[in-house]
């Protein structure tokens, strides 16, 4: 048989005396159940202060590559820039030799222009005295027929249709026929005896040397660089030989001189001369040259392209319309006008 348990008496408990512990663990249990909120706010502002803490560094990461883009930026446009410089300088040094050759070529070109002249004015001179010299000749194959014509025949028979064979018989130097020479005076005043009467140029004035000594005079100073004994030589041709063919060149070097001395409305007037009055002289083409450039310098623009354009289409393959392309060129200017 089991044995019933005996009866513990138990302590007389107050109806209040587990009460306190009751009270402490619903206060705990309140204040873990009123916790749990700010808990879960606390968490949240951690998680957004996170975030803004991530994009304030991509914000930051942002700028320095930003600053970084910029940097590489400035510096690109720094080197363009240097670039640039550099180019400028070299095209402004590309320029300057380009219009230092262009001047080169063109005084080469004058300086050959120039020398072209002097021969044409030695050519011309040649001629000049070709000519003379022929009438000189001319003159003296005159004299020797007349002189021919006038010397009596010799008895060659003593019958008429016989040869005789005795020597002829001389005749006292009275009776023979005067053979005389024209003496140096004759050729200043009046003819001497026996000289033949022969066409003689016109008349000079007598104070005017030959044509040809007086032009070559007056070259000879314009080369000389004496422009002003050269220009009224010069005048003096063109004075006393008006229709020679020497004086267009004088008019020509006239207008020349005017043209050096910066005279320029003189020699335009001077070269209109040589155009209008001369027109078969080797000068017009030069003159054509000249009278524009005279233009162009006292900014007389359209006229003097004008006036360049004539040459050109005058005389396309002269050195003078190689020239004035070069001029029209470093102007900017067509050679041909546009329509």
Do not use: W
Request: aromatic share 6%; with cysteine.
């Amino acid at each position: 048989m089991m044995k019933q348990p005996k009866h513990i008496p138990q302590p007389n408990r107050s109806p209040f005396a587990g009460r306190p512990l009751r009270l402490a663990g619903v206060a705990l249990f309140a204040a873990i159940f009123c916790t749990v909120p700010a808990f879960a706010v606390s968490k949240d502002m951690v998680q957004l202060q996170t975030q803004i803490q991530q994009l304030q560094d991509a914000v930051a990461r942002l700028q320095q590559t930003n600053d970084e883009s910029m940097g590489v930026l400035k510096s690109l446009v720094q080197q363009s820039a240097d670039s640039v410089n550099k180019m400028a300088v070299s095209l402004g040094a590309l320029q300057r030799q380009m219009q230092t050759q262009q001047e080169a070529q063109g005084a080469k070109t004058d300086q050959l222009s120039g020398q072209i002249q002097s021969l044409n004015d030695s050519l011309d001179e040649v001629k000049a005295r070709i000519a003379a010299l022929a009438k000189l000749v001319q003159s003296v194959q005159s004299q020797q027929q007349s002189l021919s014509a006038n010397m009596p025949s010799q008895p060659g028979s003593t019958e008429a249709g016989a040869p005789s064979s005795a020597p002829p018989v001389s005749q006292p130097p009275a009776a023979q026929a005067p053979i005389t020479q024209p003496d140096p005076a004759g050729r200043r005043g009046k003819p001497a005896a026996g000289t033949p009467l022969t066409p003689e140029p016109a008349p000079q004035a007598s104070s005017a040397p030959p044509v040809d000594d007086l032009y070559k005079t007056a070259l000879g100073d314009y080369m000389a660089a004496k422009y002003t004994l050269s220009a009224s030589e010069f005048a003096d041709v063109v004075k006393f030989y008006p229709n020679n063919a020497l004086a267009g060149n004088s008019v020509y070097y006239m207008a020349e001189i005017e043209y050096r001395n910066g005279h320029y409305p003189a020699a335009i007037k001077d070269f209109d001369s040589v155009l209008q009055q001369y027109p078969d002289s080797n000068k017009v083409p030069v003159s054509h040259l000249h009278k524009g450039m005279a233009l162009l310098a006292i900014k007389q623009n359209e006229a003097g392209v004008n006036e360049l354009r004539a040459l050109i289409q005058r005389f396309p393959n002269s050195p003078e319309a190689m020239q004035a392309r070069s001029k029209l060129s470093g102007l900017g200017v067509p050679v041909t006008p546009k329509r």
